[in-house]
């Protein structure tokens, strides 16, 4: 099976190559008034790395991932991809925070998407606390404090906090990657499989940090990327992402990992907004909360084959609708067959705003004789290739499908690794943002991804997405010429028509 799925990516891979004409949109005024320009970042892929503090105080050791990426039973597995390459390598920001934070005023951003790491807060078990007191006693205060202090650096600097709640990482007393590895399903602490005891402590966790920075904090995601989860940790664990637990072609653990985000979504939901009341920015609303999901732009490798046409419609029930329909309208799909068959009260209603990460496009070949996950997931009867080619155009088309839920909309992660074409790849997808803007859709912010070059999860630093390049050595950040591009858009209010005028160009895929 594994080798006729790796022959199969080739082939569409080499079946797609060649080159396409887009045309960019002219600009066609300014951005709103308040629109949030900002960086991304993660905790996880910048917070290591400090360059004078001790790593007692700055490596975060407790998380699933750190175990991922530092355990001498997975480096060096060539099926696992991971390089092994030092988080002390990394960006260093959990001790270099304000002066990150001063370049960013300088730069003009008005916003700063970050996340909080559950494995930071509460290293050791806190399962069993089942009051606010309870984990108030287990919370590490130092990473409380600094976390306390970070706020306090954006509040004075005029940045926003856009805070996800669990970015990837879980603590290794909720998901012991590494243990959980041969058999995903037969391990005690199992991550997203075992809901029954992820959703409730997930919750607890996400009112907790409601109630501890709500003061500091209106804008919430719970989830990042929440099928990326699934697709590589339990599904194709690949060269560009390869998580914990790191096992393929894991029908019914996958349909478990999914089912149970969007049920903590809705958990998490539900604590953030009792547990923060307190109106942070003076807008008339204490929190605001959603998800963000990475959305991509999908298409048929055979545009006049039926069943290319159905494993779309698949893909993008499993990868786009299971979470957008079931938040928005409590839709739930038991059986993973590609219908909605159940509705969930406990989960509609449950998105204040959608946050969108978007890329690159995915291009989908039916393989419905093939099933790869059997009879857990009738669905998954696709086989997709996430092509690595910058698609600016598909951005609108995102946009203008995520608009039909009539939310707020946030493109909360947008870049390129392909760093020498980094000005050209940020100035298309505005123009695309921007026109579907025009046609419509309410784009309240964007987050250029990344602020500055991070640990990119298993691949160490061998991405590089960052506004500032990154010295592994010394911690220097230098400005790439992206920056200077996008700091010229925040300061003129969105594109000019002189200087971004509409013109035709020709990509390679």
């Known amino acids: 099976m594994r080798v006729r799925w790796i022959l199969a990516w080739g ?92 370049r960013m005023e300088a730069d003009g951003l008005r916003s700063l998407r970050l996340s909080l790491e559950w494995s930071r807060l509460f290293p050791r078990d806190a399962s069993g606390a089942t009051t606010p007191e309870a984990l108030d006693a287990l919370a590490d205060p130092a990473a409380v404090a600094r976390y306390h202090a970070h706020f306090a650096a954006l509040r004075a600097a005029g940045l926003r ?15 012991d990657g590494v243990a959980c590895h041969p058999d995903p399903e037969a391990c005690a602490a199992s991550g997203w499989v075992d809901g029954e005891r992820i959703v409730p402590l997930i919750a607890a966790y996400a009112g907790w940090v409601g109630r501890e920075f709500g003061a500091e904090v209106d804008l919430w995601a719970t989830l990042n990327e929440p099928f990326a989860t699934a697709l590589s940790g339990y599904v194709l664990p690949g060269e560009d992402r390869s998580a914990p637990p790191g096992r393929m072609l894991q029908g019914r653990a996958t349909v478990a990992v999914l089912q149970h985000q969007i049920e903590g979504h809705a958990a998490m939901y539900r604590a953030l907004h009792a547990a923060d009341t307190v109106d942070a920015d003076g807008d008339g609303d204490p929190a ?86 059997g009879p857990s997931a009738p669905a998954f009867d696709f086989f997709p290739v996430f092509a690595p080619e910058p698609h600016p155009e598909g951005l609108a088309r995102v946009l203008a499908r995520a608009s039909e839920y009539a939310l707020p909309l946030y493109v909360t992660e947008n870049g390129t690794q ?32 990344s602020y500055v070059d991070n640990y990119e999860w298993n691949l160490g630093l061998k991405w590089r997405f960052g506004l500032y390049a990154l010295d592994p050595v010394t911690k220097a950040r230098t400005a790439r010429p992206v920056l200077e591009r996008y700091r010229e858009v925040i300061a003129d209010g969105g594109l000019h028509p002189r200087k971004h005028p509409r013109r035709v160009v020709e990509h390679g895929d």
């Open 11 to 102: 082939a569409m891979a080499c079946a797609h190559a060649g080159h396409r004409v887009v045309v960019i949109p002219a600009h066609s005024g300014a951005f709103p008034e308040g629109f949030l320009w900002g960086a991304a970042t993660a905790g996880f892929q910048v917070d290591m790395g400090c360059p004078t503090l001790p790593d007692a105080q700055c490596l975060d050791e407790a998380s699933d991932w750190y175990q991922w990426v530092t355990d001498p039973r997975i480096l060096g597995r060539a099926d696992l991809h991971v390089t092994g390459e030092d988080v002390r390598r990394g960006p260093g920001m959990w001790e270099l925070f304000e002066e990150d934070v001063a």
């Open 161 to 175: 906090p856009l805070v996800t709640v669990n970015h990837y990482t879980l603590p290794r007393w909720v998901h």
């Open 288 to 373: 605001q909360v959603g998800i963000v999901l990475n959305m991509v732009d999908i298409e048929p490798e055979n545009p006049v084959w039926a069943p290319d046409h159905e494993a779309v419609a698949h893909f993008d029930h499993l990868y786009h609708r299971l979470f957008l329909e079931g938040l928005a309208y409590g839709q739930w799909d038991a059986d993973m067959d590609g219908t909605f068959d159940t509705f969930r009260e406990d989960l509609a209603h449950t998105l204040d705003f959608l946050g969108i990460n978007y890329y690159h496009r995915v291009v989908v070949r039916s393989i419905a004789p093939i099933a790869p996950l």
């Open 418 to 449: 392909v760093v020498e074409r980094s000005e050209e790849v940020l100035l298309e997808h505005l123009a695309f943002l921007r026109a579907a803007m025009d046609a419509g859709a309410d784009v309240r912010g964007y987050w250029y991804w």
